[in-house]
């Protein structure tokens, strides 16, 4: 029902600016604007389908992917609302592809929500870590913020669905993470450091193996 509520209106969007992009000329200024109007209602309508089938294991379509390319992708999406709140990025990939067995949308929905987790803890700025590595079991992806950390009095809750400290959040972003990775056969760690920031490390196996659950720790 929500899928349908969202998906209306997403079409209607998308229509307009499709007709918008056929009235300008390809040198418009406005070009760019509608171009990107155009890819965010593409991408929201993935969004809205990687939900559906997250809810769903029947939809789930898992392939060999590389993790890094995920990651890229997610970060790309909120490079202008990073640079905006004057959030600076320090990205140190993997130099070799880690390649996980997984559901590319699903990842990258994983993915998002810890970014955008990170963006609301630096609502006055700071420096948004992330780091991929590969060790014998797991192909690591590491996400940072210097937001400050989290109360250690409801860090255990931070998975629950409808649990949020934020004033206008859902509390259904790192919820839905949680799910996503435990159906990988992944795990999240969470070391909270009181007065610097958090980091959230998301281990997956590679893609010939496939182990446990979630963990909590700091």
């Keep these: ?6 998906k209306n209106p997403l079409v209607s969007i998308g229509g307009f600016a499709n007709r918008l992009k056929k009235k300008l000329s390809s040198n418009s200024p406005y070009m760019p604007y509608v171009d990107q109007i ?5 991408r929201l309508e993935d969004i809205m389908r990687g939900i559906v089938s997250f809810s769903n294991n029947k939809f789930v379509e898992f392939s060999r992917e ?3 390319s995920i990651v890229e992708e997610a970060l790309f999406v909120f490079s202008d609302v990073l640079r905006r709140q004057g959030i600076k990025i320090d990205m140190n990939l993997d130099k070799k592809p880690a390649f996980v067995m997984g559901d590319r949308q699903q990842l990258k929905i994983a993915f998002d929500n810890l970014i955008v987790n990170a963006i609301q803890s630096m609502a ?12 014998d079991e797991w192909n690591v992806v590491e996400v940072s913020d210097t937001g400050g950390g ?3 009095q409801v860090i255990g809750n931070i998975f629950n669905p409808f649990f949020t400290t934020k004033e206008h959040g859902t509390g259904l972003g790192l919820a839905i993470t949680y799910t996503i990775i435990k159906r990988h056969k992944g795990v999240i760690d969470v070391t909270n450091n009181i007065g610097v920031g958090v980091t959230f490390s998301v281990k997956l196996p590679h893609a010939s193996r496939g182990p446990r659950g979630v963990k909590l720790s700091g």
């Design 1 to 6: 029902m929500l899928s349908h509520e969202i």
């Design 38 to 42: 155009v890819k965010e209602v593409s």
């Design 66 to 68: 590389d993790i890094n």
């Design 124 to 135: 006055k700025g700071g420096t948004l870590y992330i780091t991929t590595y590969s060790t």
């Design 150 to 152: 989290i109360d250690p």
